[in-house]
């Protein structure tokens, strides 16, 4: 069996640092690749660019924040979920947004869950720990290749 992989779609080095930190405290993932942007999730996913030599396999679940530079995470989850090959990798919006619309957009196109990251530090850890044990340990992902919807 594969390790579960986790992608990481985070643009703050500081929020970056503390949910690494939080999955290694907690033993939760065996891998966690950790993406600066939104460009970056999206050559990653595609195997193209840096990552065209990237072992084959879809991660088990992305976190993804909306707010970064170059493409935002509601750009790069419109374009996960309208490619049949990446649509059913779960996608966690995990964003300091609190608007509305941010969080209506996230769920119109697809999203899996979206979490408000909590502002203080404990706060932020317990929550990481909350969505990583789900995402990672209990939740089943999807076989590599699903057969057609009926």
Do not use: C
Not at 58 to 71: G, S, T
């Amino acid at each position: 069996m594969n390790p579960k992989r986790i992608l990481l779609v985070e643009d703050s080095p500081r929020d970056t640092e503390m949910t690494i930190d939080a999955f290694q405290q907690y033993h939760l993932a065996n891998e966690i690749v950790a993406l600066r942007d939104g460009a970056e999730a999206l050559d990653y996913l595609n195997r193209r660019g840096a990552y065209a030599d990237r072992a084959e396999g879809n991660p088990a679940v992305i976190l993804l924040d909306l707010k970064m530079p170059r493409v935002d995470g509601l750009e790069v989850l419109r374009q996960i979920k309208a490619d049949a090959r990446l649509r059913v990798i779960p996608v966690v919006v995990m964003t300091s947004s609190r608007e509305e619309q941010d969080l209506v957009q996230s769920y119109q196109l697809g999203v899996n869950a979206y979490v408000v990251k909590p502002l203080e530090f404990h706060a932020f850890i317990e929550a990481i720990k909350v969505v990583g044990a789900f995402w990672a340990l209990l939740n089943e992902p999807p076989p590599r290749e699903l057969p057609p919807a009926p």
